[in-house]
C-alpha cells in the first residue's frame, strides 16, 4: 500500500510564502515522479509542478513559474513545494500524487494524497 501525505498548508496574506511538504511511504512505492495539482473553489483539478526522483528534473505550470519551486530529498522520500509571491488565486487544496512520468496530466498519476488547504487573503 502507498501512502502520500501532504502537511504545510495553511492561510498567508497574498506576497506571502508556504513550503507543503509530502511524505511518501508503502512497501510497494517506487514511482518515477512525484507531482504537485491544486484545485481551487469551483475550478477543476490543475497541474502545478513535478520533479522526476532520479535526476531532479522538473516541469512546471506556466501560472506558479518564478515563484513556486519543487524539490525532493530522496533520503526521505519527501517532496517539497515552496510557494512564494502567493497571489489570491493560488488558494486551493494542493495535492500531492505519484506517477511514472513526468507529465502535467492527473490521469497519468497512480496514487494521490489527501489534499492540504492553502488559502491566500488579501
Known amino acids: 500500500q502507498v501512502q502520500l501525505v501532504e502537511s504545510g498548508g495553511g492561510l498567508v496574506q497574498a506576497g506571502g510564502s508556504l513550503r507543503l511538504s509530502c511524505a511518501a511511504s508503502?512497501?510497494?512505492?517506487?514511482?518515477?515522479?512525484m507531482g504537485w495539482f491544486r484545485q481551487g473553489p469551483g475550478k477543476e483539478r490543475e497541474f502545478v509542478a513535478a520533479?522526476?526522483?532520479?535526476?531532479?528534473?522538473?516541469r512546471y505550470a506556466d501560472s506558479v513559474k518564478g515563484r513556486f519551486t519543487i524539490s525532493r530529498d530522496n533520503a526521505k522520500n519527501t517532496v517539497y513545494l515552496q510557494m512564494n509571491s502567493l497571489k489570491l488565486e493560488d488558494t486551493a487544496v494542493y495535492y500531492c500524487a505519484a506517477s511514472r512520468f513526468l507529465s502535467n496530466l492527473a490521469t497519468l498519476y497512480n496514487y494521490w494524497g489527501q489534499g492540504t488547504q492553502v488559502t491566500v487573503s488579501s
Open positions: 508503502g512497501r510497494t512505492f517506487n514511482p518515477s515522479v
Open positions: 520533479i522526476r526522483w532520479s535526476d531532479g528534473n522538473t
